[in-house]
């Protein structure tokens, strides 16, 4: 199995950036894709990206394409979310997650494809 755990989240100003870290331990050769996603408190959780992990390919939800950038670094299996211009209704619990059975093969931006799941970490962007 794949374990995932989150880094990098915090407390910073709107306009400021943050990098998050997924750190992937285990069985990552089964890894096909990882995404992120992040949950606000009272709503829905959220896609933000996700990135093939063999060929780097990416794709990101609308509402942070220009602003959030996801790469991977497959020699250390981690993940990452660089996150620029942050507003304060970015702030949330974000989470990365992991796909292991192809079931993203058709997409990315359902949370229902991911298998495996990291246990969030808080950004929190003040005015």
């Known amino acids: 199995q794949v374990q995932l755990v989150e880094s990098g989240g915090g407390l910073v100003q709107a306009g400021d950036s943050l990098r998050l870290s997924c750190a992937a331990s285990?069985?990552?050769?089964?890894?096909?894709?990882m995404g992120w996603f992040r949950q606000a408190p009272g709503k829905e959780r959220e896609f933000l990206a996700r990135i093939r992990w063999n060929s780097g390919n990416t794709y990101y939800a609308d509402s942070v394409k220009g602003r959030f950038t996801m790469s991977r670094d497959n020699a250390k299996n981690t993940a990452y979310l660089q996150m620029s211009s942050l507003k304060p209704e970015d702030t949330a619990v974000y989470y990365c997650?992991?796909?292991?059975?192809?079931?993203?093969?058709?997409?990315?931006?359902?949370?229902?494809?991911?298998?495996?799941w990291g246990q969030g970490t808080q950004v929190t962007v003040s005015s």
């Open positions: 285990g069985r990552t050769f089964s890894i096909y894709t």
């Open positions: 997650a992991a796909d292991s059975t192809r079931s993203t093969y058709y997409g990315g931006a359902n949370a229902d494809r991911y298998n495996i």
